[in-house]
């Protein structure tokens, strides 16, 4: 693809942040330039309204034109409705830096910019020039590579369970999955806590407190039962959840631990109906 060049950008201009979410096929984000001044640790950035997270991270910027505007970098904490990319100038700059040694394995110093080759730094962990730490890329994730990401499990989950994965899936980061007359709720956190929570809602408390009593009571003597799902009251919703960490989603403990969470959503939905009047 070819690079943009930074004269030809303005806000305003229409861009897709590209990449491949996780055992999925792949997607764009759109959205336009919000600020070509953007900074961040002192490298020039490019600011979008497309979201940028995990799954399109490393990926191309790509203007209406089909020129690259940049690499999409990450959403800023306290901004999470704004993405950031490496400007196009830092890009071509790099490049040219690593064209000459291309093959190797190389980063650029996050402090001074310096291009760094690896087995050549004397200490790896740190910048020969100014002592800043760094990663090389061999050494990224590279447990989590051989790990199905949440995206394929849930992927294969879905699949399993015989659902079409576009009539499930309600965002980036969000699926619904019904199951006779419940549906549970699953969202994964990937920006702020990593961690994937899934809720198959029951019903409302009782607007009569001895009956809500009643229910607490039932749900607490049940909890006993329910390992590794659980119920939750936040305010007058119950739920039946089950919250993971993405590290450690696997297949293996997702497909019987969901199975169990959306079968008895299902016959408790029902039950806290028919035995406390427990309605939508």
Same mark, same amino acid.
């Given at each position: 693809?070819?690079?943009?060049?930074?004269?030809?950008?303005?806000? =305003?201009?229409?861009?897709?942040?590209?990449?491949?979410?996780?055992?999925?096929?792949?997607?764009?984000?759109?959205?336009?330039?919000?600020?070509?001044?953007?900074?961040?640790?002192?490298?020039?950035?490019?600011?979008?309204?497309?979201?940028?997270?995990?799954?399109?991270?490393?990926?191309?910027?790509?203007?209406?034109? =089909?020129?690259?505007? =940049?690499?999409?970098?990450?959403?800023?904490?306290?901004?999470?409705?704004?993405?950031?990319? *490496?400007?196009?100038?830092?890009?071509?700059?790099?490049?040219?830096?690593?064209?000459?040694?291309?093959?190797?394995?190389?980063?650029?110093?996050?402090?001074?910019?310096?291009?760094?080759?690896?087995?050549?730094?004397?200490?790896?962990?740190?910048?020969?020039?100014?002592?800043?730490?760094?990663?090389?890329?061999?050494?990224?994730?590279?447990?989590?590579?051989?790990?199905?990401?949440? +995206?394929?499990?849930?992927?294969? *989950?879905?699949? =399993?369970?015989?659902?079409?994965?576009?009539?499930?899936?309600?965002?980036?980061?969000?699926?619904?999955?019904?199951?006779?007359?419940?549906?549970?709720?699953?969202?994964?956190?990937?920006?702020?806590?990593?961690?994937? +929570?899934?809720?198959?809602?029951?019903?409302?408390?009782?607007?009569?407190?001895?009956?809500?009593?009643?229910?607490?009571?039932?749900?607490?003597?049940?909890?006993?039962?329910?390992?590794?799902?659980?119920? *939750?009251?936040?305010?007058?919703?119950?739920?039946?959840?089950?919250?993971?960490?993405?590290?450690?989603?696997?297949?293996? +403990?997702?497909?019987?631990? +969901?199975?169990?969470?959306?079968?008895?959503?299902?016959?408790?939905?029902? *039950?806290?109906?028919?035995?406390?009047?427990?309605?939508?």
């Amino acid at each position: 693809m070819p690079l943009a060049e930074n004269a030809q950008l303005k806000a =305003g201009d229409e861009i897709a942040a590209i990449g491949y979410e996780t055992g999925l096929d792949a997607f764009s984000t759109f959205g336009t330039i919000t600020d070509l001044q953007a900074t961040h640790n002192s490298i020039p950035m490019v600011a979008v309204s497309a979201a940028v997270h995990y799954d399109n991270i490393g990926g191309p910027l790509i203007t209406a034109t =089909g020129h690259v505007a =940049g690499v999409n970098a990450f959403t800023p904490d306290d901004n999470p409705e704004q993405g950031l990319a *490496l400007s196009v100038a830092s890009l071509r700059e790099t490049l040219e830096l690593y064209n000459p040694i291309k093959g190797t394995v190389a980063i650029r110093c996050p402090e001074c910019r310096s291009l760094l080759v690896a087995n050549e730094t004397g200490n790896p962990d740190e910048c020969p020039h100014c002592n800043a730490p760094v990663i090389f890329p061999s050494e990224v994730m590279e447990d989590d590579l051989s790990k199905p990401g949440v +995206y394929e499990v849930m992927g294969k *989950l879905v699949r =399993g369970m015989w659902l079409n994965e576009t009539d499930v899936k309600r965002g980036m980061d969000n699926w619904e999955i019904p199951v006779g007359c419940a549906t549970t709720y699953i969202e994964y956190d990937y920006h702020k806590s990593g961690f994937v +929570y899934a809720k198959g809602f029951l019903g409302r408390l009782p607007a009569d407190p001895e009956k809500a009593a009643a229910v607490y009571q039932f749900l607490l003597e049940e909890n006993e039962h329910q390992t590794p799902n659980s119920f *939750l009251c936040v305010e007058n919703r119950i739920y039946l959840a089950n919250i993971r960490f993405m590290g450690e989603f696997y297949y293996g +403990y997702i497909q019987p631990a +969901y199975s169990a969470l959306f079968r008895d959503a299902d016959r408790y939905k029902a *039950l806290l109906k028919e035995k406390f009047d427990c309605t939508e």
